[in-house]
């Protein structure tokens, strides 16, 4: 009897052992998922990345742990929140945060300590500039606003726009920045620039001023649920001037606010589902409507999960979970092959990649076209 | 001599042995935790030190003087925005003023943190002493309105005079200069002061103050220069706990600084007991301590086998329910008014020491 | 700057400005009464929005159940904080009390957070709210005219309760004397109840107002309104019921007039009030029209 326990226990020991020793690899993630503004963003960020775990769950043959951690839309909470991820639990590199003004905060500290950190979706230049450690799988604010303008003149055929802004988020005031420095570059004229503090709700004396200058479009570049607001009481003055947003936009939210006077908003963006062209997307769409028991109507959770991948696949290049190793890893990415399309990561941290035109139509987000750079 | 003076003495002399001990036994943990602690241990030690600091003197004014005023957030916002702006690099000064630069003289700059950290302070007690003189008119929950509304014209103007504090964005890059060694020296600095001040005569002044305004300039204290001595000084320590905060967080915006930290502070010292300085660097600990358990209830946790995933805002919820059983079973607080002092230590101790006795027989 | 455009932007001012008022009422009659600054008034706003949301979305309720649901519940809820909460240290320190009044409010705001999610809500819209009358150059959204007459109608009820009826009675006479009330043989406790009934009605009743006419709901909704009121209801001179509408008023028109015609100057919007709350007080303690307070 003892024999025959003692003999099964080595073989435990032989066949689960390595398993058994295997440390889990410890990833963050840092999200917005609560705070005023921006929570429906690091809430899908969050679902992206709990999917793609659950599709690979390991690395370089040991378990992944991911470490949540939040940051309420606040960037003294984030420097707190990253500070924790790194001192206490840890963690070999981190994913987040979703907007800018958070990301920014958080890459300082990631950066002084020498951890890995990707963003999903900070597209404010100032989360990667000057920064070794710190990167991005999305494209850079002052492309978008370039890109924007394009679609401004081109598409639109506005000769003048108006900007409505949240000065209390870096993200708003880099593109609308960016967005008016390439406007009036192409002979673009910005006839009224209007803006409000995160919290906000009532836009209508701000918008009221730019009906009196009546220009050919208002440039949007905020978060969804403010968007949607602005484009109810744009509605509701009477300004038929179009609306043209950034990529904050993309989320079921933000049609279920603004009806139909969200209709046929135009807007830069990360991604759309019906663009998928890969095993790895279509499976990503299975498990999430396995998941959540919905399509995917966003373009965050997609973000989030081309994030986790891209960390996954630096640590298996690197071979080990050392942060150097993993930052020399994504430093060195080529042609990565992600749900939201091919990516190349430049030395600044900010990858080559390609943008897409979403519009809203019938209450759905519909896919206009890609945009390379 | 007396035996009694006789008594009196070597009890001083014993007290003071004894404050010197604890001191340097505080010193060696510091050098400990310095050396051997985690960066997270760390932080968190740091940040009792200068949330003692503010609550200590904060406690002069609103539990010694009792006057109810609301103004930390302003007077912390002022420090370290001051203590920021002089200290951060014109590299990173260009590069976080996105919307505008900077102007002149200040983009220039960039002074050594403990230099910042005193023009800091500085310029904190002078705002202090430019507000008593309107402030003080009025009393009451009208001066506590007052103050609050003092901190949020101060939040505006953080938020719109960008060429200096980069509006809503902020400064950040900020280098981490607060250590074990400048926080809690500072905090132990801070506690002495403001404890040998409230065994002054200026102390006894304030507590008259605080008793009954009338009856104090009765027996011929000027009330108004008291409560301004209260209020400057604790403008100076709340300016440096802020420059203190600024280099730790390497972050500030205008919106860190809202009433909701003034909130924060008043439940330390409410909770702690108003007008006992033991109360406050007591509770201080305890809530800070308290914040960051609590996080345990937003990570996954497994509980009789079953596994949650964290629920954020858990830790408020606990928190704000905790605070409300507090105040409706100890509603002057831990504390109440009383104070430490070694000898009530060891007459505890004694007595404890007694009844084990006792009880053993 | 025409005369059409000016016009225009007193509508929305008044229509803030009434929304502010019907939350300051709440604020300055509890205040009145027991010498409380209720912060957890504001957060009402939120739970009569959810509460309305729930009732019309989930349950199907039509449109006036739902929302007079939402208010009979926001009244319940408004003296169950009082019986809970402020009730057992009426006797105490007042800062006490102050202390437990924002701790109600972190409880409901993150409780809000837990159970229900961060994520916006969009709060149903009944058509007879949508849509603008259209005159000449003006535009006036048909929910302005419901916050105006909603409004006009509860401040006349509210005067009406407090000047005309016995309870009214005993509620001016507690914010005078508590004892000498006590001693008069009236009950207490049903009056500061019928306080908390009556503010916290007028507080749901401008939450769900606030909502149908911007509809986010979130948990954190009722902050800014909340912080919003209070100054008005300082400004108005806190205790008086028709200073706070006036309060109301005066700071809605001010946020947004100096937006519409000053826009580089919006950031300053929130200064304006508290300045204007800082020379009053420090001018004229008492408010616009309000009486002098004990120390």
Redesign the interface.
């Known amino acids: 009897m003892v024999r025959i326990c003692s003999l099964a226990w080595i073989i435990l020991m032989v066949v689960g052992g390595p398993l058994w020793a295997a440390e889990p690899v410890l990833i963050g993630a840092l999200l917005c998922?609560?705070?005023?503004e921006a929570?429906?963003l690091g809430?899908k960020g969050l679902d992206g990345i709990r999917t793609a775990h659950k599709m690979q769950p390991t690395v370089l043959g040991r378990p992944v742990e991911l470490?949540?951690a939040?940051t309420k839309s606040?960037?003294?909470e984030a420097?707190?929140a990253v500070?924790?991820l790194?001192?206490?639990d840890k963690v070999a590199v981190v994913i987040g945060d979703m907007i800018s003004?958070t990301s920014?905060?958080a890459s300082?500290?990631a950066e002084?300590?020498g951890i890995p950190m990707v963003s999903p979706t900070a597209t404010n230049p100032?989360v990667t500039?000057?920064r070794k450690f710190v990167f991005r799988v999305c494209f850079i604010d002052p492309l978008q606003g370039h890109v924007g303008a394009g679609i401004a003149k081109e598409t639109l055929k506005a000769n003048t726009a108006a900007l409505i802004y949240d000065?209390?988020?870096?993200y708003c005031?880099?593109l609308a920045?960016f967005f008016e420095d390439s406007f009036t570059k192409g002979g673009g004229k910005i006839v009224?620039?209007?803006?409000?503090?995160?919290?906000?709700?009532?836009f209508?004396?701000?918008l009221?001023?730019i009906k009196?200058a009546n220009p050919d479009l208002i440039y949007a570049p905020i978060y969804s649920?403010s968007c949607?607001?602005v484009a109810?009481?744009a509605k509701?003055?009477?300004i038929k001037a179009p609306i043209l947003a950034g990529d904050a936009l993309h989320t079921q939210?933000f049609v279920?606010?603004g009806?139909k006077d969200v209709e046929g908003i135009l807007f830069t963006d990360h991604f759309h589902k019906n663009m998928i062209h890969n095993e790895l997307g279509k499976k990503f769409l299975a498990q999430y409507t396995k998941d959540v028991g919905k399509e995917l109507e966003d373009s965050y959770t997609a973000m989030g999960a081309d994030a986790y991948f891209l960390v996954l696949d630096a640590i298996t290049r690197a071979g080990s979970t050392d942060p150097k190793k993993i930052r020399d890893a994504i430093v060195a990415t080529k042609n990565f092959d992600g749900i939201s399309g091919k990516l190349s990561m430049n030395p600044d941290g900010n990858p080559s990649k390609s943008m897409v035109i979403n519009k809203v139509q019938d209450g759905k987000f519909v896919y206009v076209k890609t945009v390379e750079p | 001599m007396s035996p009694s003076h006789a008594t009196e003495t070597t009890s001083h002399t014993r007290d003071r042995f004894l404050s010197l001990t604890a001191l340097a036994v505080l010193g060696v943990f510091l050098w400990f935790a310095h050396n051997y602690l985690s960066g997270y241990v760390i932080r968190i030690l740091n940040t009792i030190a200068i949330y003692i600091i503010v609550a200590v003197s904060y406690n002069l004014i609103n539990g010694v003087t009792g006057q109810f005023s609301l103004q930390p957030n302003a007077f912390l916002a002022i420090g370290a925005y001051v203590t920021a702006i002089l200290a951060l690099s014109p590299e990173e000064k260009v590069q976080s003023f996105i919307i505008e630069p900077m102007i002149w003289p200040l983009s220039k700059i960039c002074l050594h943190f403990p230099v910042s950290l005193a023009i800091g302070g500085l310029f904190t007690t002078l705002i202090a002493f430019l507000m008593a003189v309107p402030v003080f008119r009025v009393r009451g929950d009208y001066l506590a309105i007052v103050t609050l509304g003092f901190g949020e014209v101060l939040q505006v103007l953080a938020n719109n005079l960008v060429p200096i504090t980069n509006g809503p964005l902020g400064l950040k890059g900020l280098h981490p200069y607060t250590t074990l060694w400048w926080s809690w020296g500072l905090c132990i600095m801070t506690v002495f002061c403001v404890v040998r001040l409230v065994n002054s005569s200026y102390g006894r002044a304030m507590k008259a103050v605080r008793e009954d305004e009338r009856a104090a300039e009765a027996m011929g204290i000027n009330a108004f220069w008291t409560k301004t001595l209260a209020f400057t000084v604790s403008a100076f320590f709340q300016g440096v706990a802020g420059g203190l905060l600024a280099h730790l967080i390497t972050t500030i915006s205008p919106g860190m600084f809202g009433f909701m930290l003034t909130f924060n502070l008043l439940t330390i010292i409410v909770v702690g007991g108003l007008g006992s300085t033991t109360g406050a660097i007591l509770s201080a600990a305890i809530i800070v301590l308290l914040g960051e358990g609590l996080r345990t209830f937003e990570e996954p946790f497994t509980l009789f086998g079953h596994y949650f995933q964290g629920v954020a805002g858990m830790r408020m919820v606990i928190f704000s329910l905790l605070l409300i059983v507090v105040m409706l079973f100890a509603d002057r607080g831990i504390m109440g008014r009383e104070e430490f002092s070694w000898r009530k230590l060891i007459d505890w101790a004694r007595s404890l020491a007694g009844g084990a006795r006792r009880g053993r027989k | 700057m025409d005369y059409s455009f000016i016009l225009q932007q007193i509508v929305f001012g008044l229509t803030l400005g009434c929304l502010y008022s019907l939350v300051a009422i709440g604020y300055t009659m509890v205040y009145g009464v027991l010498r409380l600054i209720n912060f957890a008034h504001g957060d009402l706003l939120m739970v009569s929005a959810y509460l309305a949301f729930y009732g019309i979305v989930i349950f199907h309720l039509p449109w006036p159940v739902g929302f007079g649901l939402a208010i009979a519940l926001t009244a319940v809820l408004g003296i169950l904080i009082d019986r809970g909460a402020y009730k057992p240290i009426r006797r105490s320190p007042r800062i006490s009390a102050l202390i437990t009044a924002i701790g109600v409010s972190f409880l409901l705001e993150n409780l809000a957070l837990v159970v229900i999610g961060a994520r916006p809500k969009a709060f149903p819209e009944p058509a007879v709210f949508v849509g603008v009358l259209e005159t000449g150059t003006l535009r006036i959204p048909y929910m302005s005219f419901w916050v105006l007459g909603v409004t006009a109608v509860l401040l006349a009820a509210v005067l009406v309760v407090v000047r005309r009826t016995r309870i009214g009675m005993a509620m001016r006479a507690l914010s005078r004397d508590m004892e000498t009330v006590r001693l008069m043989g009236i009950d207490i406790d049903r009056v500061i109840s019928f306080t908390f009934v009556l503010g916290s009605a007028l507080a749901a009743a401008g939450g769900i107002m606030w909502c149908l006419r911007d509809p986010p709901l979130d948990p954190f909704l009722g902050v800014m309104p909340g912080l919003k009121a209070f100054v008005a209801a300082v400004l108005g001179g806190i205790g008086s019921v028709t200073g706070a509408a006036l309060g109301g008023l005066l700071l809605g028109l001010s946020e947004v007039l100096i937006v519409a015609v000053k826009p580089e100057w919006s950031g300053f919007k929130d200064a304006v009030a508290f300045s204007l709350l800082i020379t009053i007080l420090l001018t004229r303690p008492t408010g616009i029209v309000g009486e002098e307070l004990p120390d």
């Open positions: 998922t609560t705070g005023q929570a429906e809430q470490k949540f939040d606040d960037k003294a420097a707190n500070a924790r790194l001192d206490k003004s920014i905060a300082a500290v002084g300590k100032n500039a000057g000065i209390a988020q870096d005031v880099g920045k009224a620039k209007a803006y409000y503090k995160s919290g906000d709700r009532d209508r004396a701000q009221s001023s009196a649920t949607a607001l109810k009481q509701e003055l009477g939210e279920e606010l009806g």
